[in-house]
C-alpha cells in the first residue's frame, strides 16, 4: 500500500538547488500532511542536503557508488531502489526541465507508474491529485484526476510560487543505495554547452530573439537587453537550426517550456511550436515588425517596429531605469 507521503526529485545546477526544485516543495508542502513532503537527492552533498533541508521537513540523500554525477540511467534506478526499499509515495514530482523530462519516463517504465508531465498547477479533490497542464497549444487546459499510486509527474518551472524556508530545518537521511556498477553503458566524457548563462527553463526573465531580428549580427542587442534585464538569453528554432544559437536557448516544442515572470519576444513570428514553449509566461512582451504576427495574439503588451531599433532604446531605457534604482 502507498504511503502518503509526496516526494519531489530535487535538481542541483551550478552546485545550487534549482528554483523549480524549491517551488514543487512549496507544492508538496500544501498538498501533504505536515512531514509528508519529502525531498530526494541523489548523490549531491551535505551543503545541498542542507539547502534542501531549509524547504522541505524531510531530506532523503541517497548514497552509493556512482550517483555523485548525474546520469539518467542510474539515477532512475536509484529511485526506482527507493520505492522498492521504502514503499510507493502518494506522487512523485519532478521539474519538467531537460533532465526531468529525461529521467521520469525512465522511473516511470521501472515502477509501473503512470506519467503526466508539463503540469502547471496540482491540488487534490476527494482525496485524489488532480494535475492541471496545457493541451492543443496552450489553447486549452485538461484536468486529470490520478487515483493510481504513486503518481508521477513533471511541472514546468516557474508554474508554482516560492515557498517560505521552514521554521526549522528539516531531517536529513542519508539512504545507502546498492546499483550494479556497470548499467549496460559508461560515460566516456561530459561537455557543457551553457557557458556559465542563465537557463531559459529557470531564469525568472528571459529575452529570445528570432529570425525578424535580420542579420545574426543584430543578436548582441538580445543580449544587451537580457543583460539589462538580468534575464536569460532564448531563441526561436529559426535561429538554432541556422546554427546562429546553441539549443539549450531553444523555446519552444522542440526545445524548452519555460514559465518565466516575463518573457520578451524579439522578432519571433509566434508559430506554434514556439509558443507551446512559452504561453504559461506570466507577462509576455512581443516586439516585431509585423503588425499582423501570431505572437502579439500571445502577449500582453506589443511594440510594432523593427527590433533593431527597439530593443536597443528598450535595453538604454531599462538600464536607465536600473542606474536610478
Request: glycine letters at 12%; aromatic letters at 4%.
Amino acid at each position: 500500500m502507498a504511503s502518503k507521503e509526496i516526494w519531489v526529485l530535487a535538481e542541483v545546477r551550478g552546485g545550487a538547488v534549482t528554483r523549480g526544485t524549491l517551488q514543487l516543495l512549496g507544492a508538496a508542502r500544501g498538498l501533504a500532511a505536515p512531514g509528508d513532503a519529502i525531498a530526494v537527492l541523489v548523490g549531491g552533498d551535505e551543503g545541498i542536503a542542507a539547502g534542501l533541508a531549509d524547504f522541505a521537513p524531510t531530506t532523503l540523500r541517497l548514497d552509493g557508488p556512482g550517483l555523485a554525477t548525474y546520469e539518467a540511467t542510474r539515477h532512475a534506478a536509484a529511485i526506482a531502489r527507493l520505492v522498492e526499499e521504502r514503499g510507493a509515495p502518494a506522487a512523485i514530482l519532478a521539474p519538467a526541465s531537460s533532465k526531468g523530462l529525461e529521467l521520469a519516463p525512465r522511473i516511470s517504465a521501472l515502477i509501473g507508474a503512470g506519467y503526466l508531465g508539463s503540469c502547471v498547477a496540482l491540488s487534490l479533490e476527494g482525496g485524489a491529485l488532480v494535475a492541471r497542464r496545457p493541451v492543443h497549444g496552450g489553447k486549452a487546459y485538461e484536468e486529470i484526476a490520478l487515483s493510481a499510486a504513486p503518481a508521477l509527474l513533471t511541472a514546468r518551472p516557474g508554474g508554482f510560487p516560492m515557498p517560505e524556508r521552514l521554521p526549522a530545518a528539516g531531517r536529513i537521511d542519508i539512504v545507502p543505495i546498492a546499483l550494479p556498477d556497470r548499467l549496460g553503458f559508461e560515460i566516456v566524457s561530459r561537455k557543457s554547452t551553457a557557458a556559465g548563462r542563465q537557463d531559459v527553463s529557470e531564469a525568472k526573465r528571459v529575452v529570445s530573439g528570432g529570425r525578424g531580428m535580420g542579420d545574426p549580427s543584430k543578436f548582441a542587442m538580445i543580449e544587451e537587453l537580457a543583460s539589462a534585464l538580468d534575464a536569460a538569453v532564448g531563441a526561436s528554432r529559426a535561429l538554432v537550426d541556422a546554427g546562429v544559437r546553441p539549443h539549450a536557448e531553444q523555446v519552444g516544442k522542440s526545445g524548452k517550456t519555460i514559465s518565466p515572470e516575463l518573457y520578451v519576444a524579439c522578432g519571433i513570428s509566434g508559430a506554434i511550436h514556439h509558443t507551446l514553449g512559452m504561453n504559461t509566461s506570466k507577462v509576455v512582451v512581443a516586439i516585431n515588425s509585423d503588425p499582423d504576427a501570431l505572437i502579439f495574439k500571445s502577449a500582453d503588451y506589443g511594440i510594432v517596429g523593427d527590433g533593431a531599433q527597439v530593443v536597443p532604446a528598450l535595453a538604454a531605457a531599462v538600464a536607465k531605469v536600473v542606474k536610478k534604482a
